[in-house]
């Protein structure tokens, strides 16, 4: 199985901060990544795929960067709606697979 | 806009089935593939199979295989998830989410999501 590894686990920051966070496969998976966000009780939203490629309506100051094994998605300006947990996952291979997420919280 | 409805929370007994359903609304199933995460509580996400609507086909994790079947019914653009011989670390919250094109793709969009409680 290819495993996912994100860092860091947890993040605190504030609004306004650039932050990055980081997932890297144990094999290389491509640019076969997506991100998503989940806020408590709520599903899992996609934000990135192709590691790069944002998703239709959702905003510019997220961007994803990476191949190979190491990829990364960057909030360029911390807003109060982005506080939440981000997860990546890989499409290369089955089983597909999950990071165990970073959660973003307010500092 | 494709839509993904799920079928309400469950409580079960150790040894006992359950059988979680999600409906399409908003289009139909062509092209698409409907996989299936859970996610325990406070847990990360795990894929747990996918199946294709329009053929039937279906490929479940290795972690999975024997305890889960994945169906569909097509009249009623609803596929469903049955998970066997229930454990208590099988309570989770049970996701159906799409991916069109091939199976091996990002999933969008998610459905709302089943919490289903395995205690006796």
């Known amino acids: 199985d290819i495993q996912m590894t994100q860092s860091p686990s947890t993040l605190s920051a504030s609004v306004g901060d650039r932050v990055t966070i980081t997932c890297r496969a144990s094999?290389?998976?491509?640019?076969?990544l997506a991100w998503y966000q989940q806020k408590p009780g709520k599903a899992p939203k996609l934000l990135m795929y192709k590691a790069s490629s944002l998703e239709s309506g959702v905003p510019s100051r997220f961007s994803g960067s990476g191949s190979g094994t190491e990829f990364t998605l960057t909030i360029s300006s911390l807003q109060p709606d982005d506080f939440a947990t981000y997860y990546c996952q890989q499409y290369n291979g089955y089983p597909i697979t999950f990071g165990l997420g970073t959660r973003l919280e307010i500092k | 806009q494709v839509q993904l409805v799920q079928s309400g929370a469950e409580a079960k007994k150790p040894g006992a089935s359950v059988k979680v359903s999600c409906k399409a609304t908003?289009?139909?199933?062509?092209?698409?593939?409907m996989h299936w995460v859970r996610q325990a509580p406070g847990q990360g996400l795990e894929w747990m199979g996918w199946i294709n609507p329009n053929s039937g086909g279906t490929k479940y994790a290795q972690k999975f295989q024997g305890r889960v079947t994945m169906t569909r019914d097509t009249s009623i653009s609803t596929v469903y998830m049955e998970l066997s011989r229930l454990r208590s670390d099988d309570t989770a919250f049970y996701y159906c989410?799409?991916?069109?094109?091939?199976?091996?793709?990002?999933?969008?969009?998610w459905g709302q999501g089943t919490l289903v409680n395995v205690s006796s």
């Open positions: 908003g289009n139909t199933f062509t092209g698409d593939y």
């Open positions: 989410a799409r991916s069109t094109v091939s199976p091996l793709f990002w999933f969008d969009p």
């Open positions: 094999q290389s998976i491509y640019s076969w």
